[in-house]
């Protein structure tokens, strides 16, 4: 904007002193609103299958189990969003949903590798990679069942095999980014119960029955909210989506077939409607003491989903979608195409869980006992893991749980991660005292221990004892403080500095 070149409707006259400070100052405003509006964000999607060749272990489990069927490929979604100025990249996002059960086996760091090679713009250390927590995808680890040695695809040449896959699919993603817009929305849909009964004694178990006579209670909260976050392209149609729900998915958990649970069901009823070309993203929420089945009324249920001829992934699948277009009405009508975008990793340290004395001697035993049984080999290798870890802490060479914490401030919502099966109670500190406008927790960013919560280590079972949990209450807390700390710092307005 030229200030010679402004005309003046009273001819002969020319403005003030004060009047040209008013003018050059309304400029410089003008100029740095359109500076500020100038930054736009671009979105890409991509998905595949990591679906490897059959036969292969299975993962979530204390037992072997071998696939030979598929009955719904697993695959990784991936999500790219990017703010711009012109030709200047201001930020990224990387977001990419994974049918397994959690991240381990050097798989995030295979990921990274690959594209850092093959694509020097995108920053690695801005990609995310999550698991759906689907207890029928293939198995990680080495060592972790006892698999025969030949005829199956082994854990190693799995992560290699969807290393390369999800890579690819980042590098596509990331090229095919455009000009968009991003929004998000609210509902609500029973997915999850909490799947820990509580006894008479202030006994807990994972699962336990509930029509015992001293059965008393389910032991914690429910999160029914379903977090959406909506991408549209320039022609303002729908190209993406995630969905954040405080439930992991493991419907089928005992299958013995490659399955991504309700999550397929989920993609098959949007793409049905809004595109096979939709990009579905599943972000499970803090939800290590829930499960997306009945813990009581299961005979009625099953009664209803006969006479509806439905399954309990079909039925899943309906919640979770018509709680999706309830949000989606809302989201439509604010597109926003310049929010603001700001990414910030970092690596944080969180107290891990002491092993007493007792739980040593206790484990010990059983250690001895399970090491007769090669069939057992999963669940002694998990109890094993505490003995050493006592030693560990008792040499002193025991180090803090080291976590990469995400924080994303993304217009009026923020995005966070963590490596857990976090309890849905830590995530209900980090929503509820957050300053966004709405806070989407995603877990199972890692290797996926438990994080249980005081009341539950009380009450003691799978998932609360000290065989599930390295970190424990007192870290969960830590996490659920640095985490706020981490999003608030996206929120405070920066202080004016007087002109000395």
């Known amino acids: 904007m030229s200030l010679n070149r402004i005309k003046w409707s009273i001819p002969g006259c ?4 004060r009047e040209r400070i008013t003018i050059f100052v309304f400029a410089i405003l003008l100029c740095g609103a359109s500076e500020g509006n100038a ?11 990591i679906t490897p060749k059959l036969p292969v272990s299975l993962a979530g489990q204390m037992h072997t189990r071998i696939a030979k069927k598929v009955e719904s490929e697993v695959t990784a979604t991936v999500l790219v969003i990017e703010s711009r100025e012109a030709e200047k990249s201001l930020d ?3 977001f990419v949903s994974c049918d397994l059960v959690s991240i381990r086996g050097g798989l995030h760091e295979a990921v990274r590798e690959r594209v850092k090679k093959s694509a020097r713009e995108i920053d690695v250390n801005k990609i995310i990679l999550n698991a759906t927590h689907t207890h029928t995808a293939p198995t990680m680890i080495e060592g972790r069942y006892s698999l025969p040695k030949e005829g199956i695809t082994r854990p190693k040449e799995f992560v ?7 890579a690819d699919a980042i590098i596509k993603a990331w090229g095919s980014r455009e000009p968009g817009s991003v929004g998000w929305g609210l509902g609500y849909a029973m997915v999850a119960q909490n799947r820990r009964a509580v006894y008479a004694n202030g006994r807990a178990q994972m699962y336990g029955k509930t029509d015992t006579d001293d059965f008393r209670g389910i032991e914690g909260y429910e999160d029914h ?23 992991p998915s493991q419907a089928v958990e005992g299958g013995r077939q490659v399955n991504a649970d309700f999550w397929h069901e989920v993609r098959q009823e949007l793409r049905k409607k809004y595109g096979n070309n939709l990009f579905v993203l599943g972000w499970a929420g803090a939800a290590g003491d829930h499960v997306p ?12 989903r006969r006479l509806r001829g439905t399954t309990l992934l079909q039925d899943i699948a ?4 018509v709680a999706w277009e309830e949000a989606y009405q809302g989201a439509k009508q604010e597109m926003h195409a310049d929010a603001v975008l700001v990414h910030h990793v970092k690596t944080i340290e969180l107290p891990k869980r002491i092993v007493t004395d007792q739980e040593y001697a206790r484990v010990k035993k059983e250690v001895q006992a399970y090491a007769k049984d090669p069939s057992r080999i999963w669940i002694k290798n998990w109890k094993q893991s505490v003995l050493d870890r006592y030693s560990k802490q008792h040499s002193g060479s025991d180090e803090p749980y080291r976590m990469e914490l995400h924080t994303i401030r993304l217009g009026d919502i923020a995005i966070v991660t963590n490596d857990f099966e976090l309890f849905n109670d830590f995530g209900t500190q980090m929503k509820s005292r957050s300053p966004a406008l709405q806070t989407f927790v995603i877990q199972l960013c890692g290797a996926g221990t438990y994080v249980p919560t005081k009341r539950a280590v009380r009450g003691g079972g799978y998932s609360a004892v000290i065989e599930s949990s390295v970190v424990g209450p007192e870290g969960g807390q830590v996490l659920t403080e640095k985490t706020l700390e981490s999003i608030k710092s996206l929120w405070e307005k920066k202080e004016t500095i007087p002109a000395k």
């Open 39 to 49: 930054a736009q964000l671009y979105i890409g999607g991509a998905s595949t299958s």
């Open 318 to 321: 309906r919640r979770i979608v």
């Open 225 to 247: 909210g379903v977090e959406v976050l909506f991408c549209w392209n320039a022609k303002q149609e729908l190209i993406a989506t995630a969905i954040n729900i405080g439930c």
């Open 293 to 304: 089945r009945p813990m009581y009324r299961k005979k009625a249920e099953e009664r209803m």
């Open 14 to 17: 020319f403005p003030t002193v």
């Open 160 to 166: 290699e095999f969807a290393s390369k896959r999800i």
């Open 92 to 94: 990224q996002a990387i």
